[in-house]
């Protein structure tokens, strides 16, 4: 007897979309990914930061063991697709605005069993020989990575279809149809494809999709400013998250700052506030004339009230699978994974919440 396989739709190929999708692709499902971007990340991942780390989290809440596990998922990863962190450079430094409150931030981690160090600032010195003035202490974060998202959410892309994974770009979806209660399909133009279980990873798309239904899901969105400046040399070796800068350094140079964005007229504009970041960062680093501002992007973080995200069946309509939430960098590999058990296995995690 040959059993039905089900057809799974993945909408949205944001980091969570192209983990998910991986991770169904590689256990043979039959499964299709659509986007109505032209490439993976064209959502608020490719404007993502691309910190993995705890520490900016805090010990005892509920979102500091998920964020273990998740990391604990990366060294899964680098085990079996090596290329989807082969660019990963590790460790943060961070410090805080006065000596005392650093140290507190090194115990508070070191008590929770983190690998952290707190190092002296002649240390520090050493370390970012461009740092104009270094703290007097520093947290060294060590396990943290920082990596490309973009790369990351085209990597699982690229190795889903090599095992077999539809993949489709440029196509909006409509709308998801149901049938007596459970999902039938997406309509993506005037196509209506079938499907058995749709996965809604649409990031802060995922309010529409699901009002379409009738649904509210309670994703919330909270913006962010990306902003790249162009450099041509190595000026830091590791994550910089200090009072007035959070600053990393790409594989090809492109320096990144992070920073949280409220929509505030022209003159708080995201390139008003990128010339005033890189003043800031000429201030702490001793920078090469021709660093320059080469984008400033703004993206719409999904979040839910309580930081945690949400993955699982919709109790209204039997076949709807909703991933969402932040920090979706840190979490992918361990959403695509757990999403790829409920599907295929029938197995529930208890780590993260169900929606609603
Ligand atoms: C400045 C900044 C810094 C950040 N830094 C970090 C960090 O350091 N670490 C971290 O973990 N997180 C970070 N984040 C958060 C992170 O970017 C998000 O949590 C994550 O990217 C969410 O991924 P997603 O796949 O859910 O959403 P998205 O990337 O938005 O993916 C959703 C996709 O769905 C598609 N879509 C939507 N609607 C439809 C439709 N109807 N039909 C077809 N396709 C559709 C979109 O085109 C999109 O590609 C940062 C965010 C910002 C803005």
Redesign the pocket.
């Known amino acids: 007897m040959v059993l039905h396989q089900p057809r799974i739709v993945v ?9 998910i999708t991986y991770n169904l692709a590689i256990r043979g499902a039959d499964v299709l990914l ?4 032209p490439k ?14 705890v520490i900016n989290g805090t010990p005892g809440d509920t979102s500091y063991a998920l964020w273990r596990e998740a990391i604990a998922e990366y060294q899964h990863l680098k085990a079996a697709l090596p290329e989807a962190v082969a660019l990963a450079r590790a460790g943060s430094l961070l410090w805080r605005a006065t000596s005392q409150q650093t140290e507190q931030l090194a115990d508070l981690h070191h008590r929770a069993g983190e690998d952290v160090e707190l190092l002296k600032g002649s240390v520090v010195a050493e370390w970012e020989p461009r740092l104009r003035r270094a703290p007097e202490y520093a947290v060294f974060s060590r396990n943290d990575l ?1 990596l490309d ?1 973009a790369q990351l ?1 085209g990597t699982f892309v690229t190795t889903a279809v090599a095992a077999g994974a539809s993949v489709r770009f440029d ?4 709308a998801i149809e149901t049938t007596n209660g459970r999902v039938a399909g997406i309509r ?1 133009s005037d196509d209506t494809l079938k499907a058995d279980v749709v996965v809604v ?6 309010n ?2 699901a009002g379409g239904l009738g649904i509210d899901t309670s994703v919330a969105t ?5 902003l790249r400046y162009a450099c041509r040399v190595p000026v830091i070796n590791h994550i910089l998250r200090g009072p007035r800068l959070e600053v990393r350094q790409a594989s090809d140079n492109t320096l990144l700052v ?4 409220v929509a505030d007229g022209a003159e708080n504009g995201p390139h008003v506030i990128g010339e005033r970041t890189l003043e800031v960062m000429r201030d702490e680093l001793n920078l090469p004339d021709e660093v320059m501002l080469t984008s400033a ?7 839910f009230a309580d930081g945690l995200p949400r993955l699982g069946f919709l109790p209204q309509v039997d076949g709807l699978y909703v ?10 590999p361990l959403i695509g994974r757990l999403t790829a058990e409920e599907i295929l296995d029938g197995r529930r995690t208890a780590l993260i919440p169900c929606p609603r």
């Open positions: 909408i949205g190929a944001g980091i969570l979309g192209s983990a659509l986007d109505e971007g993976p990340a064209s959502g608020v991942t490719g404007r993502a930061f691309g910190w993995i780390n920082a998202p959410a196509g909006k979806v409509a993506v990873a649409a990031g802060s798309g995922i529409v999709l909270s913006p962010a400013l990306l992070a920073k949280s964005f992007e703004v993206g719409d973080r999904p979040i991933a969402a939430g932040h920090p979706g960098i840190i979490l992918a």
